[in-house]
């Protein structure tokens, strides 16, 4: 079963708060995770991504981590901004498919 | 570099009617991947194209088809349309499409059906 779990579906945080959306993949999965942040009328675009020789990374406010024994990855907004509110996917791969399987999104909305 | 192109942006057509969208991946990108994006279902493969051979598919019926072309821009097709495709159909392409590529989304093509 080739499935990517996102939690929460949807998230308000106030203005300068921390945002965390945490993903779970089964079964394999290539070790590279991109997160995709999505604004409406528009198509995703990447934001950030992780891939398996590190356990953390950040750009900006943006930090993922990964915890591969738990076949966790999660991505923190810290600071968070109105510009931030969108829907946000995580991601994954399946070695030799060509394929990526998505989360369900994760609907942020940060209140000024 | 320009992004990956997707037209028409918006369209409507009625049921039993079939469709074309076009996509243009980043230059130098040779992989083409389309996706369909619901409210229900999220973000849903289609199928995957490299040198213009079809590696993937995902679970669609057989009125969804596409095609790549040898300067890797690439087609997909929906015959015989029904409510249920209504949709934000999204092309995304990449370097290689082997594992860890990134791949670049185009800003969708938006399918009503009516």
């Known amino acids: 079963q080739q499935q990517v779990k996102q939690s929460p579906q949807s998230l308000i945080v106030q203005k300068g708060g921390i945002s965390i959306i945490n993903c779970a993949y089964e079964n394999t999965a290539f070790d590279y995770f991109p997160w995709y942040q999505q604004f409406p009328g528009k198509g995703p675009a990447l934001l950030i991504a992780?891939?398996?020789?590190?356990s953390e990374k950040k750009e900006g406010r943006f930090t993922i981590s990964f915890n591969k024994s738990a076949k966790q990855f999660s991505l923190h907004i810290m600071d968070s901004q109105p510009g931030d509110s969108a829907t946000y996917f995580c991601?994954?791969?399946?070695?030799?498919?060509?394929?990526?399987?998505f989360g369900t999104g994760t609907r942020l909305k940060v209140l000024a | 570099k320009a992004g990956v192109t997707q037209t028409p942006r918006y369209l409507i057509k009625t049921r039993g009617q079939q469709v074309t969208l076009s996509c243009s991946p980043i230059?130098?990108?040779?992989?083409v991947s389309w996706y369909q994006q619901t409210p229900g279902q999220g973000l849903q493969f289609l199928f995957e194209y490299f040198s213009e051979t079809q590696r993937n598919k995902g679970n669609f019926p057989g009125r969804f088809s596409g095609r790549q072309f040898s300067n890797s821009r690439s087609e997909m097709n929906v015959s015989t349309l029904e409510l249920g495709d209504s949709a934000l159909y999204l092309c995304?392409?990449?370097?290689?499409?082997?594992?860890?590529?990134?791949?670049?989304f185009g800003e969708g093509s938006w399918l009503t059906v009516v």
């Open positions: 992780i891939r398996p020789d590190v």
């Open positions: 230059s130098g990108h040779r992989s």
């Open positions: 995304a392409s990449s370097a290689t499409g082997d594992d860890g590529n990134t791949i670049y």
């Open positions: 991601a994954a791969p399946y070695s030799g498919t060509y394929k990526y399987i």
